[in-house]
């Protein structure tokens, strides 16, 4: 099964950009507050993977 979703990306500050993670991610993985989202880009396939690290880990 497939989740697909579409977030708009905006400004933050100079450099940074920002979006938000849609609510049926965050009740699907459990993120909560404090958590954190490693970013993990292979270059060679040019795909993009998220892991959702709990806040007390």
């Given at each position: 099964m497939n989740i ?5 990306v ?7 950009l920002?979006?938000t993670?849609?609510?049926?991610y ?15 880009l292979?270059?060679?396939t ?12």
């Open positions: 697909e979703e579409i977030t708009k905006r400004n933050q500050g100079e450099i940074s920002i979006t993670i849609p609510k049926t965050v009740k699907v993985l459990n993120i909560e507050y404090g958590d954190k989202i490693e970013w993990i292979d270059t060679e040019e795909s993009l993977n998220l892991k959702i690290c709990k806040n007390d880990e």
